[in-house]
């Protein structure tokens, strides 16, 4: 119901009244910090090159600048770094890595931001999607926050876990609320039927592109969210061979190549290229498309929703939160159920019809892999699933279906209590690293999951091979500053590649590839030398011929 502008007036209200100086606005995923940055820029009237508002996380240009002159504005080009990392300005929005770990055990540069929260108002967005070890620690840290900060912390989430014991509700009545906006219906597939009887009898890919295909028959729009990169690829291709829609990447990477020296691309003239064809389109979205592209492309997809140009959206997880878009029907690969009402979230958005449809199934396992996707991602350490299904389960209705209120407030209440009481979720030694004052140990951790993993920045346009040429020669001129500058602007432009070991076929093939900078360990993907390395459709690929390349 419009959170993100509702919690951001309810924050600057209560820093002015309690005579604070700024708010931080925290959030889970980097993929919608620029989304609700662009929001508050429009609504607000500012932009994130002031003392205003900034962007900070590990991809953002962090500027922070007063001076409209560029030549004064470089005077200021060395501090701008330092501006950004403590938070001076009246908003920053940020991620819960930067938030959490810095209260937590924070480095020197880390601990730059901690004065910025002294009477300050946190807000808190999805808290509930922070990984189940930090459970007992997060709150112990918010407390930390109300007590010795003097913060105030408000928390907003689809799904109102109890997270914080002592929170005060700030809606006196939200069972009203919930009655009152019944935008979906949910329906559990046979598949995932057939997990909360047996775990057995996973859906196929071809009965899932089937639904998909036949959405788009229906002229209608589709969202599916996959758990994997692998699996979403995979559902991405049958799709593409039963229904041979439009790509919507593809006509993206047309418009990439129009652009020339152009450094962005309208998403109005993509999606206005797949309304030409006159025929269903398709986009894949996954981390392994570049940031930029990501960001284009979501775009491009919400011009074709609103104009009602029938379109399957596959996509991992990274569109469950923040992302404004709204799809006729949403199919959800089984998960804990507040990634369920998240998705629920992408379906009906904005009431565009009568109801939506949500359907939760249980994809297959993709070629070579033992494990569904679903077990893969969720059943690792705490099993979660066993709890969501038999959950969801308990809320159907004689005909089989869910309501909303059924699904979004009792069932989320019900998996939570069940959570608490048979899982015990949450760390308990990390809370007592707290309590202990065990620096040496909270230093040690980290809300992300500690993979190897090497940066790749994708160049697909002649202005971003412009840029790699200029970072060389900055480099060989021991030019630092610019050196600094021509990296950020790198950032949305590169794609964070997970492999399992060092000596991998996934990191054999990145290794392959020309470093930008010998110390950053930032490889340079240049598609127009190294096009066996991407895909327009789905982004970063390893080479099936990764090991025959090194002796090329």
Not at 420 to 431: E, H, L, P
Not at 526 to 545: A, H, I, L, M, Q
């Amino acid at each position: 119901m419009g959170k993100t502008l509702t919690g951001l007036s309810a924050a600057f209200d209560l820093r002015d009244r309690f005579g604070g100086e700024r708010v931080v606005y925290a959030l889970p995923f980097t993929s919608i910090i620029d989304q609700v940055v662009d929001e508050v820029a429009d609504v607000y009237d500012t932009d994130a090159t002031g003392r205003l508002l900034t962007a900070h996380h590990h991809l953002a240009e962090t500027v922070v600048r007063d001076e409209t002159d560029a030549e004064d504005a470089d005077r200021y080009d060395d501090v701008a770094g330092m501006l950004a990392e403590s938070w001076r300005a009246g908003l920053t929005v940020t991620t819960f890595v930067q938030l959490f770990e810095s209260l937590a055990g924070p480095a020197n540069r880390q601990s730059m931001k901690l004065p910025a929260l002294q009477n300050s108002v946190v807000v808190l967005d999805e808290p509930q999607s922070l990984p189940l070890g930090w459970w007992k620690l997060v709150p112990r840290l918010v407390s930390m926050l109300t007590e010795q900060y003097d913060a105030t912390v408000i928390a907003m989430t689809a799904t109102q876990p109890k997270l914080f014991e002592d929170a005060t509700e700030l809606v006196d009545d939200p069972d009203r609320y919930f009655e009152a906006v019944e935008r979906v219906t949910y329906e559990l597939d046979e598949s995932t039927t057939r997990y909360i009887d047996e775990q057995a009898g996973a859906k196929s890919y071809d009965d899932a592109a089937d639904a998909l295909c036949g959405s788009l028959a229906d002229g209608e729009s589709a969202l599916a969210i996959c758990n994997t990169i692998d699996s979403a690829r995979k559902l991405t291709e049958y799709v593409d061979e039963r229904a041979d829609p439009v790509d919507v990447a593809e006509r993206y990477a047309a418009e990439l190549d129009a652009a020339g020296k152009a450094t962005s691309v309208d998403a109005a003239a993509v999606a206005n290229r797949v309304e030409a064809r006159g025929e269903p389109a398709l986009l894949h979205l996954s981390t392994r498309l570049r940031p930029a592209d990501r960001l284009t492309l979501v775009e491009a997809a919400k011009a074709l929703t609103e104009s009602g140009h029938p379109l399957v959206v596959v996509s991992t997880q990274l569109v469950e939160a923040g992302v404004d878009i709204s799809f006729d029907r949403v199919y959800r690969d089984l998960a804990p159920i507040d990634s369920v009402v998240q998705a629920a979230g992408r379906c009906n958005r904005s009431f565009e019809r009568e109801i939506g449809r949500v359907t939760v199934w249980w994809l297959d396992a993709p070629d070579g892999q033992r494990k569904t996707p679903a077990a893969a991602v969720y059943n690792r350490g705490t099993s979660l699933l066993p709890v969501a299904a038999a959950t969801l389960d308990s809320v159907r209705a004689d005909d089989g279906t869910l309501s909303e209120t059924a699904v979004a407030r009792t069932a989320v209440e019900r998996y939570y209590e069940r959570l608490r009481a048979d899982k015990d979720v949450g760390t308990r030694a990390y809370a007592e690293y707290v309590d202990d004052a065990r620096a040496d140990a909270l230093g040690e951790l980290s809300l992300i999951d500690q993979r190897r993993a090497a940066d790749v920045f994708v160049s697909r346009t002649d202005a971003e091979r412009d840029i790699a040429e200029r970072i060389r020669e900055t480099t060989a001129a021991a030019d630092f500053a610019t050196l600094r500058s021509l990296l950020d602007e790198t950032k949305p432009l590169r794609v964070s590649v997970p492999y399992d070991r060092p000596d991998s076929e996934t990191a054999d093939a990145i290794t392959d590839l020309p470093t930008l900078v010998e110390d950053e360990g930032v490889y340079h993907l240049d598609v127009r030398r190294y096009g066996s390395y991407f895909d327009e459709s789905t982004g970063f690929v390893v080479p099936e011929s990764a090991v025959e390349h090194q002796f090329l």
